[in-house]
Nanobody
Framework: QVQLQESGPGLVKPSQTLSLTCTVS??????????WSWIRQPPGKGLEWMGV???????YYSPSLKSRTSIARDTSKNQFTLQLVSVTPEDTAVYYC??????????????????WGQGTQVPVPS
């Protein structure tokens, strides 16, 4: 079965860069015909779609985060990554990686994604 696991630092200070890695098992990122997304949920708020990278390497980003966000893949390690620069306390959230068999731009409906990581909590202190 396909499994996803987020990893990264537990805390990021304001103005620094948030970097997370999603390790995929059970499917090949470059050849598995999946789309790999990053989604976050601030405390007390709903899900916010951040962006996606396709199996071919094409990327798409949320307009509100595009200027600060970069998603990439490392096919040798079967991983994809998230970088969010210049973070503020408003970026405090649980960050999820997710996989889907179809491309859904901006989707925050959980059922549209076939696979989810457990999520990783990233606080950005004031």
């Amino acid at each position: 079965q396909v499994q996803l696991q987020e990893s990264g630092p537990g805390l990021v200070k304001p103005s620094q860069t948030l970097s997370l890695t999603c390790t995929v098992s059970g499917a090949s990122i470059p050849t598995g015909y999946y789309y790999w997304s990053w989604i976050r949920q601030p405390p007390g708020k709903g899900l916010e779609w951040m962006g996606v990278i396709s199996y071919s390497g094409s990327t798409y980003y949320s307009p509100s985060l595009k200027s600060r966000t970069s998603i990439a893949r490392d096919t040798s390690k079967n991983q994809f990554t998230l970088q969010l620069v210049s973070v503020t306390p408003e970026d405090t959230a649980v960050y999820y990686c997710a996989g889907s068999k179809r491309l859904h731009l901006g989707a925050t409906t959980m059922k549209l994604y076939d696979y989810w990581g457990q999520g990783t909590q990233v606080p950005v202190p004031s």
